[in-house]
């Protein structure tokens, strides 16, 4: 999260277009379409295709400049062995792109066998409910039984307009308050948490 | 805030802490000292004084690196040109020290006539009251006429100590509730909104 906000603060400043990191912060993981608009907004002009596209262009370079590693977040490789280990069918849904997000699944220890929705898959970024909704029949599941686990207040929209419960973590800066009034079932610090928490999830028993 | 959360986030990493970015942001902006505490805490060891410094070090190389120059926040400046037009006493009181925080006054204009408290003058950082406390001693006010300006839940706690009343800006990155649990009189988005709503603040008719 903080190295996109500030890979993003970065490419939009070198453009000349000077936006306060708070604000992109908030705006992480809404579809690109959206962002360009926000930034379009805070602007007070519209940004063509070719500036968009050079500054998404320019933000994945800074991006893969400042964050040569990646890291998993605290918990976050047990959580899935345990799902796997009990049965509990589960994918993945990003709004980022191949190759873009080999490494963070590499690092999750996510190979072929995990359902990966990633933002070419659909034709609506979040906060539309495409990318859950199209995991969601990948996995052979009812929306009902899904459980959506987010760390932007985007997943939360999205998950609520997919009619599936959403867990909020911290991870994303966003404070425990925006989360609950962006409809959060529950929030949780990490996916460490989040795993000893599953019980009161009815996820495990 | 951005560029120092991605800054620490790089430095403990380099040290082999790798700790959350959401952590750490919610932890600028308190003392030094606090803070390698709240990472020895996160890490579940001590951290010596070398350690420490070599952070500190590491954390400023970095940010000076990944953030050459500095911008003022939207209406930063003409929110004190309208405040010196109109005879209301200010000063700045930062955790940061000279010469890294020269840059920052230089964007906002700040020049020797304003009364500027830094780290070095004050025995214990923010959460503790004392920059707000000697920074209105050296304005000559009573604290009861002081308004706090400050961006991190610290700022607020620290303002509460200093019985003075606090404004809570957006920019920190911190959500518009948790400020207010804090303890924030009021709450604008940045400088700017700030700036027009002084008349709300009964600082100028």
Redesign the interface.
Known sequence: ???H??SW??AL?EAGM?I???K??RRIGMSGGLFTRAVARELGRELSQAEADALQRRHGELFQE?LP?R?A??GARELLRALGDAGVKYGIATSGRRPEIDRSLDCLGIGGETVVVERRDVQRAKPAPDLFLYCQQRLGVSPDDCYVVGDAVWDLLAARRAKMLCIGL??????E??LT?AGAFRVYR?PQELHVSLDELGVLP
Chains 1, 2 share one sequence.
């Open positions: 999260m903080y190295a906000v500030f603060q970065r400043a000077a306060d990191g708070w992109i912060h400042i590693e890291r977040l605290p911290l991870s994303g800066g966003y404070g308050d925006e009034r990490d």
